[in-house]
């Protein structure tokens, strides 16, 4: 079969592999979609610790073609997407039920062969059933969801509160959807792109802005302000280092602010700990996606979640080197790997 091999930083390739076996307790899923994520940029870049050689693809969804022995619970034929994040189950952060924080954590796409590819072997307790009916791409978006899904959990959004979102990427969009949702009535997502704008107001941000403008953080919280006196609640989900410098002072006195997107490893950002600390802002960081993959493909399998506007376009295994090995296109939401395309 083809997959899309990291061989070493810098050096991805389209190759031919054998196809794998399932081992005791997994499944073999014969991949429909794997979305390019910023993480496979950083991996090929070498910006990201992985195990190559090794087959990228972390957010797959597709039909298993084919159970290991041992499995319940799942048979061939079944749509399924993927978690791709593996605790142990033993260390202490396991043990304390903190498994995004496991200190053994492999991860499918990084760690062992994920999605890039025509078929991929998971573990079973890895998969969550989708509905046959769903459309073959949607269950791509589970992935990224259930890492937002955390974030929006740790943010206490409640009924009636305001929120500001930072990025107006997949990770922004989704969590501009799951945000009014959790009950938000203002929602504002800041990004630079006047599409990636009107796409966030036609998803449910009640207002859109520019983060970019000099007078941003007044044209939020001032008294006449689209939020006066800030947002109960600051996500941000760019990942540079003046959106995470502005996500405090977008907050209300008293306010949260999660912190969803990555920044290089090494890389400081200056922070007023005086402001933190009078305004007593929580400032709290969301890494992946502990126990949240089940609640993704429940709210990807209901519809309720609108992923179709994400996909920006449809590539086959081979346009998937050239499209990681790039930056994202201008404008590009997500970019699908479908094995399907030649
Ligand atoms: P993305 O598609 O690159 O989106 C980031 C958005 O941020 C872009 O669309 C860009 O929109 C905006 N942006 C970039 N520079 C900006 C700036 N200087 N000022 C304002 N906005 C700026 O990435 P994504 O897939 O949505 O992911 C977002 C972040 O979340 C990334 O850092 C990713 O690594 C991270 N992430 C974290 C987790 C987790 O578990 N915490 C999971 C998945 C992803 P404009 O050009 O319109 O401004």
Do not use: W
């Not at 899309?4 to 196809?19: D, M, N």
């Not at 048979?75 to 396991?94: L, S, W, Y």
């Not at 960081?285 to 609640?295: D, E, G, M």
Request: with cysteine; charged share 20%.
């Amino acid at each position: 079969m083809k997959a899309v091999r990291l061989e070493a930083t810098g050096k991805l390739a389209l190759r031919e592999v054998e196809q794998p076996e399932p081992d005791i307790g997994e499944l073999l899923v014969r991949v429909d979609a794997c979305g390019i994520c910023g993480t496979d940029r950083h991996l090929f870049l070498g910006e990201f610790p992985s195990k190559p050689p090794v087959t990228l693809g972390h957010e797959f969804t597709g039909i298993i073609e084919r159970v290991g022995e041992g499995v319940s619970g799942f048979r061939a034929g079944m749509r399924v997407t993927g978690d791709p994040n593996i605790a142990c189950g033993h260390c202490p952060e396991c043990q304390r039920g903190r498994v995004n924080l496991c200190h053994n954590l492999q991860a499918i796409g990084i760690h062992r062969d994920g999605g890039f590819a025509e078929y991929v072997c998971i573990p079973q307790q890895q998969a969550f059933e989708l509905p046959s009916a769903l459309d073959p791409l949607h269950g791509a978006f589970c992935e990224p969801l259930a890492c937002c899904i955390h974030g929006v959990d740790l943010a206490e959004i409640r009924t009636g509160s305001s929120v500001v979102v930072l990025g107006g990427g997949v990770i922004g969009l989704l969590v501009v959807q799951l945000a009014r949702l959790a009950g938000a009535t203002n929602v504002v997502l800041l990004t630079r792109s006047e599409e990636k704008r009107a796409l966030a107001e036609k998803l449910g941000a009640t207002a859109s802005a520019d983060p970019s403008t000099a007078d941003i953080v007044a044209r939020l919280t001032a008294a006449d302000g689209m939020l006066p006196g800030g947002a109960d609640v600051v996500i941000e989900c760019a990942g540079v280092a003046e959106t995470i410098e502005q996500s405090a002072s977008l907050a209300r006195r008293g306010g949260t602010v999660v912190i969803l997107g990555v920044m290089p490893q090494g890389v400081k950002v200056a922070i007023e700990p005086f402001d933190l600390l009078f305004r007593e802002i929580k400032l709290l960081s969301s890494f992946i996606n502990p126990f949240t993959h089940q609640r993704a493909a429940d709210l990807v399998a209901s519809g309720i979640i609108k992923v179709e506007p994400l996909i920006s376009r449809r590539i086959g295994l081979a346009e998937a080197v050239e499209a990681i090995s790039n930056p994202a296109r201008k404008g590009e939401i997500r970019a699908l790997v479908m094995p399907s395309i030649d």
